[in-house]
């Protein structure tokens, strides 16, 4: 069977730049620079007492600005497009890596440098949640149209009304979003073994062409800019003509926030139907997008689930990249084995570790390397899974109860190791399942927000009623929106319309549900880290994939018990 069709409804041209391009190097760049930032401190600017809490400094300051910047790009997305913020994005990249490199101190050049890089770091990550229901949402747009008519009068009992609910329930289990959410993380993995494997090495192949350590981490830097630059040129014209992104362009980020002028300016550009709809949603003032999208995690469950998926699947991020190298070093320390003095502080990174205790470095080298090598061939599976159990989320329970377990039994692991006489092989295992959690988080929220995204207009009405009272409140003195034109009428396509226009500020709470995963995680996992134990953070971690599990089994018993009062009906 030829799945195709159903699965990239969008162009070729727009999915294969929205997989290779968006999705890919927005995880590539950002591995390149946490990796690499310790040496630009050291090597580059030739700190050599405190480079641990530099490094540290600047990534907590990134996260912070992340936290702020990805929502006030998803709202902007949905004002000029995806399109737009992905060209922006990467560009804003490839000059802040290149402003980087520059900087003769730490404070401020180097931090402004991390800064300017974080604003366009968070535009591409945002908009790898933003882009992928406008990548499906053709197929879901005629799922609509066919519910829709298996509900009109002709169908609605008797035999005819049985085949034809038969039919809506099949199309409402073809989910492309859940199967193109498991490439998604597949590409994305593939993105940092590009940052490992071609971005990271640059300096010693620089090196061993005779240039100094800091030249040729300079010289490194200007390539991944052009890199990204390149990156940028793509997305610009590899994601034209995304579907729904037709009427969003520059001009309307400076629209007049006067009702009237908004209706006279645009009276010849506005058709009759859902498009004046659309036009008023993009009309409404930022603020009202946001907290729109804000209010969506606590009236619909789809989105809900959706946004604690993100905050789970961030803070798992950190958890293995961070968290179980200090982890591993800790005990390497305190068994003896390493003589050094100097311990790396949380957020130091692998850098810090590698000089102070190779031995260390190299079996957290391995234990991330295998757990992010099972959350690669995991990530396909989880999307064709999520595809098949949309109802019960079933695989992302998996994954969360797969979390629990794996970061328990790493916070309770006597010994990392995996051949001296007290090691274990069975720690392998362990960062198998943590892997599996982390990519299961990833794969199936970005699935459930899609198809959240995409369908609730149709199930549930939810955007509409926020939606309705939010422009009769603003429309008020007679603009679009106002008492006179009530969206509760209106069908369900127009309402799906109306939450895919708020893709993208639904994507920026999405990635502000993350940024306050990874701040807690970091700040509270790395106190209690020195305070308590070394297993604290991955205690944290097991109770943000309980709460992940708790969630998804209540919106699962919900979705049931609201599946029995439609078939009473």
């Not at 999915?15 to 391009?21: E, F, G, P, R, S």
């Not at 405190?50 to 997305?77: I, K, M, N, R």
């Amino acid at each position: 069977m030829d799945t195709g069709p159903a699965l990239f409804t969008a162009s070729r041209t727009q999915t294969l730049t929205y997989l290779l391009a968006v999705c890919s190097f927005s995880i590539a760049f950002l591995v390149f620079i946490n990796s690499s930032l310790s040496f630009v401190v050291t090597d580059l600017l030739g700190v050599s007492e405190g480079e641990g809490d530099a490094v540290g400094t600047l990534g907590f300051a990134d996260e912070l600005l992340a936290l702020a910047a990805c929502p006030l790009w998803g709202v902007l997305s949905d004002r000029i497009g995806v399109r737009l913020v992905c060209t922006i994005g990467y560009a804003i990249i490839a000059v802040a890596l290149i402003l980087f490199v520059q900087a003769k101190n730490v404070y401020p050049q180097l931090l402004l440098g991390r800064l300017f890089f974080s604003i366009g770091g968070a535009a591409v990550s945002t908009m790898v949640t933003a882009v992928l229901p406008a990548v499906t949402s053709r197929s879901l747009q005629s799922s609509v149209n066919r519910a829709e008519q298996s509900t009109t009068p002709t169908q609605s009992t008797g035999e005819e009304g049985e085949t034809d609910c038969q039919s809506a329930a099949t199309s409402s289990r073809a989910s492309p979003s859940a199967r193109l959410s498991g490439f998604v993380g597949l590409f994305a993995g593939c993105g940092a073994l590009i940052s490992l494997g071609v971005f990271l090495p640059l300096p010693a192949r620089f090196e061993k062409r005779g240039l100094s350590p800091a030249e040729a981490i300079r010289q490194s830097y200007y390539v991944v800019a052009a890199v990204a630059m390149a990156i940028s040129l793509v997305s610009f014209v590899g994601l034209r003509n995304l579907p729904d992104e037709d009427r969003k362009n520059p001009r309307t980020f400076w629209l007049n926030q006067s009702t009237h002028s908004r209706r006279d300016e645009y009276a010849g550009d506005v058709p009759e139907g859902h498009d004046e709809i659309q036009h008023g949603l993009r009309s409404l003032p930022y603020w009202k997008q946001f907290t729109t999208a804000l209010l969506l995690g606590f009236r619909n469950r789809r989105i809900a689930l959706g946004y604690i998926g993100g905050f789970v699947a961030r803070a798992s991020s950190v958890g293995i990249s961070l968290f179980i190298p200090l982890a591993v070093n800790h005990y390497y320390r305190v068994s003896g084995v390493c003589d050094e003095d100097h311990e790396p502080l949380p957020g130091s990174g692998l850098g810090e570790i590698r000089k102070a205790c190779p031995r260390a470095y190299i079996l957290a080298s391995i234990l991330t390397g295998v757990s992010q090598l099972v959350a690669l061939i995991a990530a396909p599976a989880f999307g064709y899974l999520t595809d098949k159990s949309r109802r019960y989320n079933v695989p992302l329970l998996v994954a969360a109860l797969v979390g629990v377990v794996g970061y328990l039994a790493f916070g309770l692991l006597p010994n990392p190791q995996f051949k001296s006489p007290d090691g274990n092989p069975g720690v392998f295992i362990i960062m198998g399942l943590i892997g599996i959690s982390q990519i299961g988080a990833i794969v199936c929220s970005l699935a459930v927000l899609s198809n959240g995204i995409l369908e609730v207009g149709v199930s549930e009405g939810v955007l509409a009623e926020i939606y309705d009272r939010r422009v009769e409140n603003w429309g008020t003195d007679g603009g679009i929106g106002g008492e006179q034109q009530p969206l509760l009428s209106r069908s369900a396509d127009d309402r799906l319309q109306h939450l895919s226009h708020l893709k993208g500020s639904i994507a920026g709470v999405y990635s502000l549900y993350g940024g306050a995963g990874i701040l807690i995680l970091t700040k509270i996992g790395g106190l209690l880290f020195d305070k308590v134990s070394a297993g604290s953070p991955f205690y944290i971690m097991a109770v943000f994939n309980a709460f992940l599990l708790a969630a998804g089994a209540v919106c699962g018993i919900w979705n049931q018990i609201a599946r029995s009062k439609i078939a009473s009906e």
